[in-house]
């Protein structure tokens, strides 16, 4: 196995659009609609929507061309969608192309590997961090990508751009939500550590890549991939390890209420009614991470294991209730009350700690050994996996 030489990212993924605005910077665009050149002026602004089974580029009133399969010099144009509450503006590096999906637009950007490596170290860690622990991260997000190539095949692209896969914005992203602005940018921190480790992978003592991930917080111990997410085989490295350098970050600890009837509303519809009902934690791991909940209506008992309660409290309430995999829940009267430790699946890298870490004067290869025991960096650009 080897890094192809370009990765195909799947872009606005979650937003999944109707319609995407392509405006033309300070240079004229040219836009391939199924192979035929469409002119785009400078500063021009031209609207692809889903029309009757393929695309329609208008421009105001008029429509300009219809076609089956769009691509663009990415850097040539800025990327505009807009919902019910939320606009986004991206722009991107490579080749954009825009196909009709089944129920949404598809946005694809191709770019080499190392180009997304630089993205998502500049979309995880603000410009400021310390660049040892944005160096342990490119590491993680080049061996993920080696090992997760193909994830969205089915999709038509490698990977998409949301924390499903990893996070992708681009060259540079802006987002208007409630009156207020958020953004970033490429940054020379990404750019930099993508450059010094550029190559590396995390590969495991009998001679195989790791399956390395990255989580915002442990808040205290990682786990494994097969207790996070309920799937694979634990292999030999991947065990959890203590972690005491999160300690200060602001999700090491953390408690949300939620008061029942919204619970059970969210996960089993039907029993919505049901006067009295009732959900625990069933099973935990010795390290304390939840591995199944029991959920009580009545006379009926269900067990849910826990990837699978956060995904649908997660889908259904958002993302910002059920934190992480080590929790507790306590009845309050009509209220749950959940205190957990840590942010995200809490496999692998941990974020907080590789910054704190950093920020002690560790280098990022002290950083990955304390999270990868059993791994150590290796340069896949001498190697066919
Ligand atoms: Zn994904
Ligand atoms: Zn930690």
Redesign the pocket.
């Known amino acids: 196995m080897r890094l192809p030489e370009t990765l195909r990212i799947g872009i606005l993924?979650l937003f999944q659009p109707q319609e995407v605005t392509l405006a033309a910077g300070s240079r004229p665009a040219t836009l391939h609609l199924d192979e035929r050149p469409v002119a785009l002026p400078p500063g021009r602004l031209c609207r692809v929507a889903k029309d009757a089974g393929g695309l329609a580029l208008w421009q105001g009133e008029r429509r300009l061309a219809i076609g089956t399969h769009l691509a663009v010099a990415a850097e040539d144009v800025t990327v505009e969608v807009t919902g019910r509450r939320t606009r986004l503006r991206r722009h991107f590096c490579g080749t954009l192309t825009v196909t009709p999906g089944e129920k949404h637009l598809q946005l694809v950007v191709t770019q080499p590997p190392e180009a997304v490596v630089a993205a998502v170290v500049s979309a995880e860690l603000s410009p400021e961090a310390p660049s040892e622990a944005a160096k342990a991260l490119a590491v993680v997000v080049r061996s993920y990508l080696v090992n997760h190539v193909g994830?969205?095949a089915g999709q038509g692209f490698d990977?998409?751009d949301?924390t499903?896969?990893q996070l992708f914005f681009g060259e540079q992203w802006a987002r208007w939500e409630a009156g207020r602005e958020t953004g970033g940018a490429l940054s020379g921190l990404g750019k930099q550590a993508a450059a010094d480790t550029q190559g590396e992978v995390l590969w495991e003592a009998d001679g195989g890549l790791s399956d390395a991930y990255y989580t915002a917080c442990c808040g205290g111990r990682t786990t494994t991939p097969a207790v996070a997410f309920g799937m694979g085989q634990d292999s030999t490295t991947a065990t959890g390890v203590r972690c005491r350098w999160c300690r200060e970050a602001r999700f090491f600890a953390w408690m949300r209420r939620v008061d029942r009837r919204t619970l059970a509303r969210a996960l089993l519809p039907e029993l919505a009614a049901t006067e009295s009902w009732n959900i625990a934690v069933a099973g935990r791991t010795p390290d304390g991470f939840v591995t199944s909940l029991v959920v009580q209506a009545g006379s009926r008992q269900i067990t849910l294991p826990n990837y699978r309660f956060r995904h649908l409290v997660g889908q259904r309430l958002g993302w910002n209730l059920v934190l992480s995999n080590r929790y507790a829940i306590e009845p309050h009267g009509e209220w749950l009350v959940l205190r957990g430790q840590g942010f995200g699946h809490q496999v692998g890298l941990c974020l907080a700690g590789a910054i704190a870490q950093a920020q002690a004067g560790r280098h990022y290869r002290d950083i990955l050994r304390h999270y990868f025991p059993k791994s150590a960096c290796h340069n896949a650009l001498q190697t066919d996996f």
């Open positions: 993924t994830r969205h990977f998409c949301s499903h896969c």
